[in-house]
């Protein structure tokens, strides 16, 4: 299987989709679009406007990777950040006066095939990847894009194992421990509460970096070691979490963090509400999914908050505004997915460190472009980057209400520390 799909890695041209004929006037479009909006005077929009028609353009192209599962078992999770990733690339399609060509390389949803689209993949010499789906997917590429210096942006990992120790891999979405560090400042400053309860399985080493990322980060708001008043363990699936809810009960404490599974969450939750506890449950990113968003809505829960980096109905930045429309355009949908904001962003990003480093063919330049990104304005809001390539940005603390999803919280990024070396 693995040699099959090693010989079709699907590195294929964008012409292939039928967008080549429509890419200009898509960037006319969209230019006087911002030039409407009062654009043009962002520092972002006016390195997109010398890219994409300074120059002379002397009929090369500029290769950008999308290294994805576009077949296979993951090739529907990773549909979102493509289309981000081509809607953009069909709104500004041109760098340093090139047309940019877009590579298709599938690792077909299996590391056995990953190995030979990634041997592939680098023989094409992109001037950046992006990409892929699937935290397992980026770390084994993440050594071949090193040694062979060519940069990478993953667009939905967040494991931080992807670009740890690699200065050549950035993500444009925030590692694990982010939103955990995000909802204990929610917890203090928006909830206004000095002590919290974390409730989460054993051994599972996510829910217990987030934990621990969570706790720290109360013990530093509040400068109160016993921030944390109440940790209680389960066993993930269990059916019965009464002892641990009880013992909570007891404790006095009103704000409940769980960096557990959803099923596990959605239990907890409905037995809290039948034992008629009045908690506030905080969750993480993964609780924006059908499965969970259905039943908090279906029973009314006003009680539950979690993080996300990207929400429709609160723009922050210009190109926020230029993307949902032409999301809403090319898909009809009025709430894009986070993902294809933050596809759509890692594009930007690309385009401008290229413009930034003046150059499409040295990946150490555009590496350390990309590592010198400061108040970059994205779709998904403003993005810059820490010394270990992740983003230094916005979280959106979302809540139910009145049946909808709304944004209640953001908490704004720190400073900017030292650039990746």
């Known amino acids: 299987m693995s040699e099959k799909l090693g010989s079709e890695v699907e590195l294929r041209s964008t012409s292939q989709f039928g967008k080549k004929s429509k890419l200009k006037f898509a960037v006319i479009g ?3 679009f911002l030039c409407a909006a009062g654009l043009t005077g962002c520092t972002t929009y006016d390195n997109f406007v010398e890219s994409f028609f300074g120059g002379s353009h002397d009929g090369d192209t500029v290769k950008i ?28 399609p041109q760098v340093l006066g090139k047309d940019v060509e877009l590579v298709y390389a599938d690792n077909g949803s299996d590391l056995n095939a990953a190995k030979t689209t990634i041997e592939n993949l680098v023989q094409q010499k992109p001037a950046i990847v992006l990409g892929s789906y699937g935290n397992a997917f980026s770390m084994l590429a993440g050594e071949t894009f090193q040694k062979e210096k060519i940069p990478a942006i993953t667009i939905t990992n967040t494991n931080p194992l992807v670009n740890a120790s690699n200065p050549y891999y950035f993500r444009v979405c925030f590692v694990e421990a982010y939103q955990g560090k995000a909802l204990a400042t929610y917890t203090v400053k928006g909830l206004k509460a000095k002590k919290a309860a974390v409730l989460l399985p054993q051994d599972d080493d996510y829910a217990m970096a987030l934990g621990t990322t969570y706790s720290n980060k109360m013990v530093s708001l509040t400068g109160d070691e016993n921030a944390i008043a109440i940790s209680q363990n389960y066993m993930a699936g269990d059916l019965d979490f009464t002892t641990q809810l009880k013992k909570i009960k007891e404790s006095g404490i009103k704000v409940v963090f769980l960096p557990g599974g959803v099923k596990d969450a959605l239990r907890i939750i409905e037995q809290a509400k039948e034992m008629n506890l009045k908690l506030t449950f905080l969750g993480t990113e993964s609780w924006a999914v059908d499965e969970f968003m259905q039943t908090a809505i279906t029973n009314g829960w006003n ?10 109905s609160n723009l922050k930045t210009e190109m926020a505004d230029v993307f949902l429309k032409a999301y809403q355009k090319d898909h009809g949908e009025n709430q894009p997915p986070e993902a294809a904001a933050l596809g759509f962003d890692a594009y930007l990003l690309a385009i401008d460190a290229i413009t930034n480093a003046k150059t499409t063919e040295d990946g150490t330049l555009i590496a350390k472009a990309l590592s010198d990104e400061q108040d ?45 070396k």
């Open 303 to 312: 009680n539950v908050f979690f993080p996300t980096a990207y929400d429709s």
């Open 65 to 92: 990777a999308l290294y994805e599962p576009i077949s296979g078992e993951y090739s529907q999770a990773a549909s979102a950040e493509i289309e981000g990733v081509e809607l953009a690339h069909q709104l500004f």
């Open 376 to 420: 970059f304005q994205g779709a998904s809001g403003v993005i810059r980057f820490d010394d270990q390539g992740n983003p230094e940005r916005a979280v959106i603390v979302n809540g139910i209400i009145g049946g909808q999803v709304t944004p209640v919280y953001t908490v704004e990024p720190t400073v900017k520390t030292t650039s990746k």
């Open 30 to 32: 969209v230019t006087l």
